[in-house]
């Protein structure tokens, strides 16, 4: 086999520079603008900082802060950053949590019980994120208020696993399908249950499978604001993307990037951790259902 030109090579890497700077700088720029004064927002230069401060950080934390310089107190807000940081916690960790353990249970039962038909059932299923989300929000508001959750943490816990269950669904289900049964009809021989040999092989194997539908999960909630802009509306009941949306970003315009990074930054770094287990996931799951 005949080694690339040195040109092929120079293209490629400078490609690859390419796409990564791309994908990058938004998060730097964001990082950079969130560290500044409001000063040197105003008079410096907008790719660097000079003279980094975490203020803006410290003030989401602050319920009624201090007069910020010349904007004066009749023009400043204070926000409930901690009651949305919290709401945000329990709405992402529930919503994953509720996500995968329906997922897990649906693809079973189309992947490996295999009932009548569960190649269409499985089409049917993925093809509903053909549907777009704006349509469903007064239907779903219907639903929302007939439960009596409007307003209220629940009803995204409600509606966020709907928006991750179709591919999850998907994905599990193409890998179940397609694990040696040997290895569980072994178990079955000697003496165990199914649903010990579910919890005990099954799901010990599934293991990339499932990192990466939780990433894809916590992704697809993270990205919302439109969701949770609609059914919280109280402030103290808001998420940190519904709440950013209420600032004056005339004003506020650090601190509503500061909030940005203290949403964004954890979800990288999970992300990051978890990232070579994701593409196992993934090419797990494409290799079994090829």
Not at 137 to 166: E, K, R, S
Request: charged share 15%; glycine share 6%; aromatic share 12%.
């Amino acid at each position: 086999m005949n080694p690339k030109p040195w040109w092929a090579k120079l293209g490629h890497r400078t490609l690859i520079l390419l796409v990564t700077v791309y994908c990058v700088f938004p998060i730097y720029f964001m990082l950079v603008q969130s560290l500044k004064t409001a000063q040197e927002d105003v008079f410096g230069n907008p790719l660097i900082v000079v003279n980094p401060t975490f203020e803006n950080f410290e003030e989401l934390f602050e319920r009624s802060g201090e007069v910020r310089g010349f904007v004066g107190s009749a023009l400043r807000r204070s926000y409930p950053f901690i009651d949305w940081m919290e709401n945000t916690i329990v709405v992402f960790a529930g919503s994953v949590l509720v996500t995968l353990m329906a997922s897990v249970a649906a693809a079973y039962a189309i992947g490996r019980l295999r009932p009548p038909g569960f190649h269409w059932w499985r089409r049917v299923i993925f093809a509903t994120y053909v549907i777009p989300q704006t349509i469903l929000f007064v239907p779903l508001y219907q639903v929302v208020n007939a439960l009596g959750l409007d307003d209220n943490l629940l009803a995204l816990l409600l509606i966020y696993p709907t928006m991750a269950l179709p591919f999850c669904v998907w994905l599990l289900s193409v890998y179940f399908q397609h694990l040696p049964r040997e290895i569980e009809e072994a178990a079955l021989i000697e003496g165990a249950s199914r649903a010990t040999a579910f919890f005990r092989i099954i799901l010990p194997m599934s293991r990339p499978v499932l990192v990466a539908a939780g990433i894809f999960t916590l992704g697809t909630i993270a990205s919302d604001f439109t969701m949770a802009s609609v059914f919280l509306l109280s402030a103290h009941n808001q998420t940190i993307p519904a709440g950013l949306g209420t600032m004056e970003v005339a004003l506020d315009e650090l601190l509503a990037v500061a909030g940005i990074n203290l949403m964004a930054i954890p979800v990288v770094v999970i992300s990051a951790l978890f990232a070579k287990g994701y593409v196992r996931g993934l090419t797990a799951a494409m290799v079994e259902g090829a």
